[in-house]
């Protein structure tokens, strides 16, 4: 098809609709019906132009112009309280619902290693002895040691802000690293359960390991939870962009970009609880089974919200996906 010829045939058409939008709201019912049917055919021109005839220029224009038309047409939306409700009670438990076929596996499987690590560290000496001199590693696991006092070696309200803002981070670069075919996603993964795996294993062979699972259940449950959660979103989105399903790959890009993106802020508050209970609960007074039976109904809380808020709302066909009016347009793909 030659360019040229498009362009005379429908300039007219490009033109009307540029100086309807230059008249705002000025306009009589017949001209809003004949805007809203230029908007829909300049929408079909810049999907033909895009797919069959890659011009800069042409497209740069056609993409401002349906632009300009589609605010007129469907109006400016404002995020409001009704907004962060809707995304707290079924956008973000959905987004986390629909992808547990993918946090789920990750999190047993970093468990494992974690446990792995944390038993071949225990039980070899020599790996112990690489990790640290025999004085430090008794400093780090004896009673009162760097272990313990790690949860209240600075005031409660930091200590929660800081291990928050480092969590949250962690989060955010799992799910926005996840593009790149996931593989940022496995190493901070991996690091993690290193971390976690030392400190099982250090502790199993100093004899202590019940009071490492006493300092880190109550606020790890949920920490991890989140971690993997992130992770897994993270894995999913590397997936599609090997395999994208039915769909385009740019448009299931989009589609999971934006509810990880979503998940990301939802996440954030999930990894705030955890870490106002590392912060207050876990260092506290309170007996062992106190702690760690805080913990558990904090997890029990959490599922219990995605399976619940977010299988109801992934059922009624939420996708954890911005609402439809939010969303950009989706056009037409020329045969």
């Not at 360019?3 to 017949?30: F, N």
Request: aromatic fraction near 8%; hydrophobic fraction near 50%; charged fraction near 15%.
């Amino acid at each position: 098809m030659d360019l040229d010829v498009y362009v005379t045939a429908h300039r007219a058409e490009w033109e009307r609709l540029d100086h309807l939008l230059r008249r705002g709201g000025k306009l009589t019912g017949a001209e809003a019906d004949e805007l809203v049917a230029l908007y829909q055919r300049t929408a079909t021109h810049l999907s033909i132009v895009q797919s069959g005839l890659p011009d800069p220029m042409l497209t740069a224009r056609l993409t401002q112009l349906v632009a300009r038309a589609r605010a007129t047409v469907t109006g400016t939306r404002r995020s409001s309280w009704r907004d962060a409700a809707r995304f707290l009670t079924a956008g973000f438990p959905a987004a986390v619902y629909r992808s547990r076929h993918w946090w789920i596996p990750t999190a047993v499987l970093s468990t494992l290693l974690a446990v792995l690590i944390g038993w071949w560290i225990g039980t070899h000496p020599e790996v112990q002895a690489s990790i640290g001199a025999p004085a430090e590693l008794r400093e780090m696991t004896r009673p009162g040691g760097q272990y313990e006092t790690y949860y209240s070696s600075h005031p409660a309200a930091s200590f929660a802000a800081r291990v928050w803002t480092n969590n949250a981070q962690a989060a955010a670069m799992c799910l926005v690293l996840g593009a790149f075919l996931g593989i940022p996603v496995l190493w901070i993964l991996f690091l993690n359960m290193l971390n976690l795996g030392v400190g099982i294993g250090l502790m199993t062979s100093a004899g202590r390991l019940d009071v490492f699972l006493g300092l880190i259940l109550p606020h790890g449950l949920l920490e991890l939870t989140a971690v993997f959660v992130a992770a897994g979103t993270g894995l999913r989105l590397g997936w599609t962009v090997i395999e994208p399903g039915p769909t385009t790959r740019r448009a299931a890009l989009a589609e999971r970009g934006r509810a990880a993106l979503g998940m990301a802020m939802g996440l954030a508050l999930v990894l705030f609880v955890s870490g106002l209970i590392e912060g207050f609960v876990t260092p506290s007074g309170l007996p062992t089974w106190a702690r760690v039976t805080i913990g558990i109904a904090a997890e029990l809380a959490f599922l219990a919200y995605v399976y619940v808020l977010g299988g109801r709302a992934s059922h009624a066909g939420d996708l954890g996906d911005l609402e439809e009016p939010d969303r950009n347009a989706t056009l037409p793909t020329a045969a």
